[in-house]
């Protein structure tokens, strides 16, 4: 620790021109000069303190030398570029502190000509001293630890994926090289790595009659083998042939032995790394997220929407780019929990999932603690609420629970169709009965209309319209006698008129 005194405060006050102050040592004197000088005994002491600085505390040298020499001023200010360290400072030992622009400048301007204040100490033992401090420093912030290394798990997840590939085909070559020679041998055996071992132990289908391979296989399947190797339609085959499929068997099953070691070798640095997502989601779809997204810190930084559709980043564009429906999940979908649930509810636990996955990625990668008890705690409420999804399916199902609707009764509806022959007709169709309902309504209509407006008047008058009166006769008798009187009986009115009556 060293602390400065300032020389000229007015200077000070010009905080944009401050570091024309500082251009040269000399410059830097007459305006700071060094006041005490405290030097630590080793690095691990000057780590402490500079911790204790950086998250803002005070330690307890540095509390000595303030209560020895600032006490002796306690008129005067100090001035800190932390201002949570100032207010611990003001707070413990009752020493007023400032904190503004203007000492952020003369801090800046005060490392700039550090050697110049300091004298006594050579460039090169100072530049080797804060270069040692700074790395130790920054092993402290990033808390390193090799068991805390996930470049490890990149590299494993993605030798783990290489291998399984080289198997397939390594195993696929072997059962089509040794089927022409005892093709029955690969219907009976289907497990890849029994296969091999059986292979390499009998070589030539020959000597099945005379080998125990009881080690290998059931007795069950062992008869089998043995009665189909002598009725066998394969060809025979040099012994040369036998040795290099014998050989290729050896890669197989030394491949398939590095597997299960290397397996057990990424579970292992999982749970040291990051166990609460390995509760989560496993130890291969953990492994997985972590090399897609390069690094824990990295998957850390990502939303649970992002962790959802990891993975799925072609699907995703392709959809945004048609206009259709995005994907619902990416490599999360091969964790335990998506597989349980029904293809319903699949996209509804893969989001709730990728939800509590975010929350585990981040708890690993920022936490202190190494235990496994929250990635537990978000696993049962995942599994609580699939369970209770499924379960909500069965009870609409068989119609049960009150919230939920009852199913309609059902009826039986016949899909068979008759023909109409009404679209055969363009004329439009009445039925009889409308007809003779229309034919009364009119006749009523006529009748009603004929009392309301019929007229009270005597024989030969005209109505006020200068017509005459129609009357009806019902029997043809009385209108003859009627025609008789008009004809003996001429009156004085114009001819006009009898003439109409005639016509009436």
């Not at 990728?354 to 990625?361: G, N």
Request: proline fraction near 3%.
């Amino acid at each position: 620790f060293f602390f400065l005194q300032v020389l000229n405060e007015k200077k000070l006050q010009e905080v944009d021109s401050l570091w024309k102050e500082f251009e040269t040592p000399e410059k830097a004197n007459k305006i700071v000069k060094l006041k005490h000088f405290e030097k630590f005994q080793d690095t691990t002491e000057a780590l402490a303190a500079s911790t204790a600085l950086v998250e803002g505390k005070l330690s307890k040298n540095l509390k000595k030398i303030l209560k020895k020499i600032v006490a002796k001023d306690a008129h005067e200010q100090l001035a800190v570029a932390d201002a949570k360290l100032g207010g611990v400072i003001k707070e413990k030992l009752n020493l007023s502190c400032i904190h503004s622009p203007m000492v952020t400048e003369l801090m800046r301007g005060i490392r700039s000509q550090i050697e110049g204040l300091i004298t006594g100490l050579p460039s090169r033992e100072m530049a080797a001293m804060c270069l040692g401090l700074a790395h130790s420093l920054s092993r402290y912030k990033l808390k390193f630890s090799p068991d805390k290394v996930d470049t490890m798990i990149i590299q494993a997840i993605s030798l783990l994926d290489d291998l399984d590939k080289e198997l397939n085909n390594y195993i696929m070559r072997c059962r089509e090289w040794y089927g022409w020679h005892f093709p029955e041998l690969g219907k009976i055996i289907t497990d890849n790595l029994t296969y091999c071992k059986c292979v390499r132990k009998v070589g030539d289908r020959s000597n099945f009659a005379s080998s125990d391979v009881s080690d290998i296989l059931p007795e069950e399947i062992e008869e089998d083998v043995k009665a189909a190797a002598e009725i066998s339609m394969g060809t025979e085959v040099s012994e040369e042939d036998i040795n290099n499929i014998i050989h290729l068997c050896d890669q197989v099953i030394e491949i398939s032995e590095y597997r299960t070691q290397l397996y057990d070798y990424l579970k292992n640095r999982m749970m040291a790394i990051a166990p609460n997502l390995t509760v989560m989601v496993g130890e291969l779809v953990g492994a997985r997220l972590i090399a897609h997204a390069g690094s824990l810190l990295n998957l850390a930084k990502h939303p649970a929407s992002t962790v959802q559709l990891l993975g799925a980043e072609k699907a995703l564009f392709r959809a945004l780019k048609t206009k259709r429906d995005t994907p619902k999940f990416g490599l999360i979908y091969h964790a335990s929990l998506v597989g349980q649930s029904n293809t319903k509810n699949k996209g509804k636990i893969s989001r709730m999932l990728a939800a509590k996955t975010a929350l585990t990625i981040r708890y690993d990668a920022l936490g202190e603690n190494t235990s496994a008890e929250m990635g537990a705690e978000n696993r049962l409420k995942v599994e609580t609420r699939l369970r209770f999804l499924e379960e909500r399916g069965i009870r609409r199902i068989s119609g049960t629970g009150k919230a939920l609707a009852k199913t309609d009764k059902y009826q039986n509806k016949s899909e068979v169709k008759v023909f109409d022959p009404s679209g055969d007709s363009t004329l439009p169709v009445v039925s009889k009965k409308r007809k003779i309902q229309e034919v009364d309504d009119a006749a009523t209509e006529v009748a009603v209309k004929a009392k309301k407006f019929k007229p009270e008047t005597k024989e030969g008058t005209a109505v006020e319209d200068g017509e005459p009166v129609k009357k009806k006769k019902k029997k043809k008798e009385k209108q003859a006698e009627e025609e008789e009187v008009l004809s003996e009986e001429l009156p004085t009115s114009p001819i006009i008129e009898v003439r109409q009556n005639c016509v009436a």
